[in-house]
């Protein structure tokens, strides 16, 4: 019963470096969700996936981009990192309507950028 | 322009003693609201959720209030415990299928 799988755990890139964080949910959850969270600021909504084959900007999605490839994952790329992008990013998956439970969170992927 | 505020970073109690975090929204479409709580290098986990068909739910310790005229809700944790000792989110949706979270709240419970 994994729930949400984000890897990696942890990254250091050199500005300029693209990476792709990679997210699996093994619960059949429709949405999907990519969250950052930065000190004093929360966690700020990037992308997500409302169903399979679709995305939709968040809050914060510039020098992003995502693929929902199929229904279990949804990746999150850095095409060019910037130290901006330092932070901890979260994955999620929602079920469908509002329920009770809200978003299942993976573990995070703590991303340095220098 | 921050949807989903709350204006205490911090709050410390005593074990045994109630816990009371606030939360204020200024979104009135939102009707849907949801706490998390988060250890630190763990992602956030579920709490407790309120629809704003209602003013108050239940969850064992936990309870959480909900004032739609003045736009806040509140997490009451009794009694609280040294393992509560987290940061607490808020979290709101005005079924879109998107929450917008507040800033956290760091809840330390003192024994």
């Known amino acids: 019963n994994a729930g949400v799988t984000q890897t990696p755990k942890f990254q250091v890139l050199k500005t300029g470096q693209s990476m792709t964080l990679q997210c699996a949910q093994d619960m059949n959850h429709n949405s999907m969700y990519w969250y950052r969270q930065d000190p004093g600021m929360g966690l700020r909504l990037i992308y997500y996936s409302a169903s399979e084959g679709t995305t939709d900007k968040g809050e914060v999605p510039n020098g992003y981009n995502v693929s929902r490839l199929n229904k279990r994952e949804f990746s999150l790329r850095l095409e060019s990192a910037a130290p901006s992008q330092t932070s901890v990013y979260f994955c999620?998956?929602?079920?469908?309507?509002?329920?009770?439970?809200?978003?299942?969170f993976g573990s995070g992927t703590r991303l340095t950028v220098v | 322009d921050q949807q989903v505020k709350q204006n205490s970073p911090s709050l410390s109690v005593q074990e045994g003693r109630i816990s009371i975090l606030n939360c204020d929204y200024t979104?009135?479409?939102?009707?849907?609201f949801l706490w998390y709580k988060k250890y630190p290098a763990e992602g956030p986990t579920f709490l407790i959720s309120i629809s704003s068909i209602k003013d108050k739910n239940e969850d064992g310790r936990f309870t959480v209030f909900l004032n739609k005229s003045a736009k806040h809700l509140s997490l009451h944790i009794v009694p609280s415990q040294p393992g509560d000792s987290a940061v607490y989110f808020c979290a709101a949706s005005g079924g879109t299928y998107k929450y917008i979270f507040g800033t956290g709240t760091r809840l330390k419970v003192l024994a």
């Open positions: 979104n009135s479409m939102f009707d849907y």
């Open positions: 999620a998956s929602l079920k469908g309507a509002e329920g009770a439970g809200g978003y299942t």
